[in-house]
């Protein structure tokens, strides 16, 4: 394993649609397990592909109620309800931040390493990171969606009063990729 570049806002990848994966191969079991340990290295909850430059349909998430690490290949939401609106942030965006409105649940079918489906239903923050890694995948940044902007997390922490809910923030913000 290795750990990969994270690409940052402003490469042209990350702008550009990924590919549908059909090689269930050695190297793509590599991207994967190179994708948790650079999660994990970020502290990320999820990383998509085209974060490490590689234009291909998958993404890793490390569920934090199950306490599970999932790779999805070829990822679609074929459901989702209601509607949830928090802070949100990115490892290719460091250090910022934005409220994003995203489902509240969501049903997603992809194909494990094998190449087999599987179905998986999420809700709350694993939802939000679902929608934002499968976002990764056609070229959108959560920035596109963020209402107000982005804003700095180091500034907010800053300004006294209003630190509490920062570090709130920082935390969720943190814990989306
Ligand atoms: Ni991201």
Redesign the pocket.
Known sequence: MALRKVLLEGDSTLRKKSREVSDFDQRTQELIDDMFETMRAEDGL?L?AP?VGVLKRIFVMEAVEENEATAFINPVLIDEKGEQTGAEG???LPGLYGVVSRPEEIRVRAQDIKGDEFERTYSGLEARCVC??ID?LYGI??RDKAKGGLHSLDEEADEGPAGETAVEKRVSAKA??
Do not use: K, T
């Open positions: 999820g998509a974060q990115c490892l290719s934002h890694e990764h940044l959560y989306v990729d």
